[in-house]
């Protein structure tokens, strides 16, 4: 709803969750971070899996193009 709102693609939009309810938004988006998961179906539909949001925020800068 608020990328509908906000006319965003799917693409441009960074999603961080943590639990099985966060999945389907983390595959939805450009970039799913799943911080400190709870569990494995969360981190595998994560792009990247980390312990805080220092680690996401690294990963982010330090992705591969």
Known sequence: ???RNRN????EVVYFGDSGND??????A???IAINP???????AARFAVNDFYDARLNL?????
């Open 61 to 65: 800068i330090f992705e591969e193009k």
């Open 38 to 44: 709870r569990d494995k179906e969360t981190a595998k």
């Open 1 to 3: 709803r608020i990328i």
């Open 8 to 11: 965003l693609k799917p693409e």
């Open 30 to 32: 450009g970039i799913g």
């Open 23 to 28: 999945v389907k938004c983390m595959e939805m």
